[in-house]
């Protein structure tokens, strides 16, 4: 069993910044990767960026790369995304999630096992 915990989203400006955070628990830290969604009010779900379970590999999907960093830091169990030049279609409730299948992480949230209840970050224009 892995727990998860996103903390850290919030109301931002246009071009401003944000760090959402992931504590995980249960499971040792480096059993699964973790990845980050959102879903945009109304549509589905979205990639957003992975980080493998042995913590060199990282991927982004489109629409942030070059904006938003993945990392994590092992001695607090916990997986940060760092949002940078934020935009209104970067509006979404963020999610954080574990694959224990998928070390190298992947794109697909059905290879997903362990969800956290989502973080609102809504930016203005």
């Known amino acids: 069993q892995v727990q998860l915990v996103e903390s850290g989203g919030g109301l931002v400006q246009a071009g401003g910044s944000l760090r959402v955070s992931c504590k995980a628990s249960?499971?040792?830290?480096?059993?699964?990767?973790v990845g980050w969604f959102r879903q945009p009010p109304g549509k589905l779900r979205q990639f957003v960026a992975v980080?493998?379970?042995?913590?060199?590999?990282?991927d982004y999907g489109d629409s942030v790369k070059g904006r938003f960093t993945i990392s994590r830091d092992v001695a607090k169990s916990t997986v940060y995304l760092q949002m940078n030049s934020l935009k209104p279609e970067d509006t979404a409730v963020y999610f954080c999630a574990a694959s224990t299948t998928h070390l190298d992480g992947s794109f697909a949230h059905g290879h997903y096992d362990y969800w956290g209840q989502g973080t609102q970050v809504t930016v203005s224009s």
């Open positions: 249960g499971r040792a830290f480096g059993a699964y990767s």
């Open positions: 980080l493998s379970a042995s913590g060199r590999r990282a």
